[in-house]
């Protein structure tokens, strides 16, 4: 099984930044997609942003213009950079993959992230 190590969550103070690390134990170049999702008290889980194998990246509408996608090919790991952020975006953040040979969907165990002053 893949395994999914985030870190990098914390508290910030509305306006902040953080930046988010996902770690895979295999080469990033096994997964046909890398990505981050979030989840707020009673709200759905909804879609950050994603990069494919060959760097196309996809983000949500609530955090494009805010929010960085990127990877380290040689650490296997990818990266949120999120800045301006404000009490909405306040969720457990948590990585995911598709294995690019059996399609198999692999969860990180997730990291908290809060705003607030």
């Known amino acids: 099984q893949v395994q999914l190590v985030e870190s990098g969550g914390g508290l910030v103070q509305p306006g902040g930044s953080l930046r988010l690390s996902c770690a895979a134990s295999?080469?990033?170049?096994?997964?046909?997609?890398m990505g981050w999702y979030r989840q707020a008290p009673g709200k759905q889980r909804e879609l950050v942003a994603s990069?494919?194998?060959?760097?196309?990246?996809n983000s949500g509408d609530s955090v494009k213009g805010r929010f960085t996608l990127s990877r380290d090919d040689a650490k296997n790991t990818v990266y949120l950079q999120m800045n301006s952020l404000t009490p909405e975006d306040t969720a457990v953040y948590y990585c995911?993959?598709?294995?690019?040979?059996?399609?198999?969907?692999?969860w990180g165990q997730g990291t908290q992230v809060t705003v607030s002053s």
């Open positions: 295999g080469s990033i170049f096994s997964f046909y997609v």
């Open positions: 995911n993959s598709i294995s690019r040979v059996d399609y198999i969907i692999s």
């Open positions: 990069i494919t194998g060959s760097g196309f990246v």
